[in-house]
Every structure is written in structure tokens, then in C-alpha cells.
């Protein structure tokens, strides 16, 4: 399980964005990939309210940028927030109309949606954006890279809307 520190990203005017991990650039469909939201929706759900949070609904746009970005780590064989010369998840974000504030938690190498969130509960910056009570709004996917044994690459995308 790899895990990153949490990073603020100010937007200015236009919202706050929090990440959990690191670097993102474009969506290539060559490499297969299934949003799992529904999947993840009742743990996610199960986790914040067990810790006074309020629970988050499925956000269409939100998994639909999980896929991509799950899609692009797979491509690259790389977890990282932002690949590619100038990738940054704030526009990446605006660009797929997510709703700011938004976070997005990455993993790579859980077998199951079940491990992926279990990692990032137990990790602290990831654990505070899925708790960070802004959010309302969930998308979860996994992307499988053709290579490589076929890592899973995971992405969940936390969204103000």
C-alpha cells in the first residue's frame, strides 16, 4: 500500500481543492476500466457516519473523473494526481464540471474496492478527505493496466456537489 501526505491546492474564488497523493494528463481508452461507485457508495457511507459525518451521494461527474483518472494511471503505470507537463487536478476538475470543493484519493495494487477503501481509511490524509465534511457528492472507479500483471489503479473523487 503506498500513501501520500495531504496536499491543499487553493482555487481561489472557484472552491478549494484537497488531494491525498501526488501527479495527471488526459484519458486514453485503450486501457479497460469500471466505475465502482454503487460498490462503495455503503461503506463510504457506513464509515462517515460511524464518524459523525453525513453521507455522500453517487455524483455521475465525479465518477466519470475517477474512470478517466484511474484510466490514465493505468495507461501510464503510474499513481500519481497529476501526469503530464501541465496537469494540475483543480483545472482537470473544472474541466470534467466536478463540483469544487473536491478531493481525490489514489491507490494502486488492491485486488478489491473493499482493500482500496480500506487503505484509505487507515491513511490519515486520506482518511480526512473522506471524511472532510464539504463533500456531498462520491465517485469511486478502477482502471486495470495491460501490462504489468494487470495492477488495478484505483480513484476516488470526492465532490462539493
Known sequence: ????????LGSGAAGLALIAGCSTLGTRSSIPGQVVTMDAIERVNAFRVANGRTPLRHDARASEAALSHARTMA???????????????????????????AAENIATGQATVDRALLAWEVSASHR?????PRF?????AM???????????????????
Open 1 to 8: 500500500m503506498q500513501t501520500r501526505r495531504f496536499v491543499l
Open 128 to 132: 480526512a478527505n473522506t471524511l472532510d
Open 136 to 140: 456531498t457528492g462520491l465517485g469511486v
Open 75 to 101: 495507461e501510464n503505470r503510474r499513481m500519481a494526481h497529476n501526469i503530464g507537463v501541465g496537469a494540475d487536478f483543480v483545472q482537470r476538475m473544472k474541466g470534467q464540471n466536478v463540483t469544487l470543493p
Open 143 to 161: 482502471a486495470q493496466d495491460t501490462g504489468n500483471g494487470g495492477a488495478p489503479y484505483w480513484a476516488m473523487i470526492l465532490s462539493g456537489g
